[in-house]
Nanobody, 125 residues
Framework: QVQLVESGGGLVQAGGSLRLSCAASGRTFSSYAMGWFRQAPGKEREFVAAISRSGGTTYYADSVKGRFTISRDNAKNTVYLQMNSLKPEDTAVYYC??????????????????WGQGTQVTVSS
């Protein structure tokens, strides 16, 4: 089992930046691919970004490509989402996810095994 704790959300003006963090418990963090998802009120959960176990491979949703960057620090058991040039449509609850299969934290199949509690990101116009 891995427990995920998210932080870094908040209120920001359009064009601003935020950096989300997701800290994982346990000794096996490096065994998990990690991903970020978001869900706006009344809308479906949406894939945002994913990163492989070593950090060598990343994936992004088209809507955030070029603006968001996912990274990880396995020594700190933490995955990050740097969000730049934020837009009001980025407003959502952001969740981190962990799974031994990268495809599942890319939102391609099924659902990841582990999820954080979510952190609210609000972008004002």
């Amino acid at each position: 089992q891995v427990q995920l704790v998210e932080s870094g959300g908040g209120l920001v003006q359009a064009g601003g930046s935020l950096r989300l963090s997701c800290a994982a418990s346990g000794r096996t963090f490096s065994s998990y691919a990690m991903g970020w998802f978001r869900q706006a009120p009344g809308k479906e959960r949406e894939f945002v970004a994913a990163i492989s176990r070593s950090g060598g491979t990343t994936y992004y949703a088209d809507s955030v490509k070029g603006r968001f960057t996912i990274s990880r620090d396995n020594a700190k058991n933490t995955v990050y989402l740097q969000m730049n040039s934020l837009k009001p449509e980025d407003t959502a609850v952001y969740y981190c996810a962990a799974d031994t299969s990268l495809i599942r934290v890319r939102g391609v199949v099924a659902s990841a095994d582990y999820w954080g509690q979510g952190t609210q990101v609000t972008v004002s116009s």
